[in-house]
């Protein structure tokens, strides 16, 4: 049969394990829980952990079984549907299925007016829901910032955060929460939006980020905040976030099998709280850079500790969570474009289900809604790489080759006015010549970003929240939602 009647398509994808190496990381993490073990802090998950078979030592240390984490394996589900404020259907975790969006508690933001980085608040909060809201790679939305201190009780900023969020999107919630006291009301909001407990298992709209303490500690405030996800079927990001050389070994193997075994750990105490219960594998694993003490965000060694993240969630048939769109730069710029541009790049190939983190600047610590705008558009650009490449007798275009021949063109063929508008146009990227430019304008990138961060907040009026619903929200809340 002729090439030109294939039809092949495929989706790129970057390979860094082979599967003896995926195995081999296995076994070791399986030898850490057996042979040194974990920290519970917990009282009740030491229970499921007794009850189970696994072997509980002095100190809270216990040691498990490799066969408690062959059964929550199996009972963990490979997929996860996330739907929206509406309960429509928006992302399925499962696969090489990839969604996007910001990260969660940054203690500064980068104002857009001044361009100045100054102490977040709720605003801030409300308006990165709001840009996210608008924007259309934006899969999901996370605090970003957070309601401050002058504010409201601090103790209570987790709830003020989640309502904030809930009143200025309808998309997916990626959220945070100090203590369990925290996460029951905000799972009691999450529930009112959705009519009622058994309504939100079925259709829930919201993901929890909690973390284990890294090395091999699941400390109190973790291990209930797990134990409520599991029951409540809230999907949880379980997620620690060793330091290479600090709180994990200084190599990238000894890294991946300690917060493998830490994953494992919780994975198998949700399950055994309540089989079936969503969550998401992950790991944080990145190097300390010894010249300054800091936790980088980018960096070949974090790309290469991700990409191994989601081949081992792939080995175990679940979804991941990963970051991209984020730097350690201070402020928005070469730099910045420059680690947004490989983290996004890396999560995207490797097929990661939720990348989060967009926005980020200062490893971390500081938010940027230019940021974030400008990963919307490189996402909008990987989305066109992912696509791959159709090959088929329409896209060799033989019999137009053919005509065209030696010395032609294409311009006022047919077949280029069918498919040129295939090709990615941006949508905020300057292509045009100097002089065009400049009679335009001469905008550099930054300035085109902060104008369409102003444009969005000032015309974008996302959906807002039932009338009762706010009014019993704000009686969880104690006071008013200001949906800024």
């Known amino acids: 049969m002729p090439a030109s009647h294939f039809n092949a398509q495929v989706r790129p994808r970057l390979q860094l394990l082979s599967q003896d190496q995926i195995k081999q990381i296995h076994s070791a993490s399986l030898e850490i ?63 090489f299925n990839t969604y996007f969006g910001p990260g969660t508690d940054t203690t500064s933001v980068m104002d857009i007016e001044t361009g100045e ?19 259309p790679n934006i899969d999901f939305v996370a605090s970003m910032g957070g309601v401050s201190s002058d504010e409201c009780d601090p103790d209570l900023s987790d709830r003020h955060n989640f309502a904030l969020m809930l009143s200025n999107t309808t998309k997916p919630l990626l959220f945070t929460a100090w203590s369990l006291e925290g996460l029951k009301d905000i799972h009691s909001m999450a529930s009112l939006v959705s009519g009622g407990d058994k309504a939100f298992e079925q259709k829930p709209f919201i993901v929890h980020y909690a973390e284990p303490i890294t090395p091999l500690q699941h400390v109190t405030e973790s291990m209930q905040k797990l134990l409520f996800c599991a029951e409540k079927l809230i999907p949880c990001a379980y997620v620690s976030a060793p330091i290479m050389g600090a709180t994990s070994p200084a190599t990238i193997a000894g890294t991946i099998a300690l917060q493998n075994a830490e994953f494992l750990s919780g ?12 969550i998401l594998y992950g790991g944080g694993g990145t190097p300390m850079d010894m010249k300054t003490s800091v936790n980088i965000y980018s960096g070949p060694e974090a790309f290469l500790v991700h990409l191994a993240n989601k081949e081992m969630a792939a080995y175990y048939s679940l979804p991941d969570f990963n970051t991209g769109g984020c730097s350690d730069a201070k402020v928005l710029d070469q730099q910045a474009g420059a680690e947004a541009s490989l983290s996004l790049m890396q999560a995207a190939i490797a097929g990661s289900s939720l ?20 990963a919307d558009e490189l996402i909008d650009m990987i989305k066109h790489i992912l696509k791959g490449v159709t090959v088929d007798a329409e896209s060799l275009a033989i019999d137009v080759i053919d005509k065209v021949g030696p010395g032609g063109n294409y311009l006022q063929e047919e077949h280029t006015m069918q498919h040129f508008k295939s090709i990615w146009y941006p949508g905020l990227f300057d292509r ?51 949906a800024v």
Not at 117 to 131: E, I, K, S, W
Request: aromatic share 4%; proline share 4%; hydrophobic share 40%.
């Open 33 to 95: 829980l057996e042979r040194t073990g974990v920290r519970v802090m917990l009282p009740e998950a030491l229970d499921l952990l007794e009850k189970a078979g696994a072997w509980i030592l002095s100190e809270n240390m216990v040691k498990i079984p490799s066969h408690l984490v062959e059964e929550a394996l199996r009972s963990a589900p490979s997929r996860i549907a996330i739907y929206d404020r509406n309960g429509s259907p928006v992302m399925n975790l499962e696969g």
């Open 117 to 135: 980085r100054r102490t977040t608040n709720g605003q801030d909060v409300a308006h990165m829901a709001r840009l996210c809201d608008a924007l």
């Open 267 to 278: 994975l198998v105490i949700a399950q055994l709280k309540r089989k079936g219960s969503p």
């Open 355 to 374: 990348v989060h983190d967009i926005g980020y600047l200062e490893s971390g610590l500081t938010a940027s809604c230019e940021m974030i705008v400008l």
């Open 432 to 482: 045009a010549n100097h002089k065009r430019w400049s009679e335009s304008g001469g905008k550099d990138l930054f300035k085109v970003l902060n104008e369409k961060v102003k444009t969005v907040l000032e015309k974008h009026k996302p959906e807002p929240l039932a009338k009762n619903v706010e009014q019993a929200m704000e009686k969880i809340l104690g006071s008013k939602i200001n």
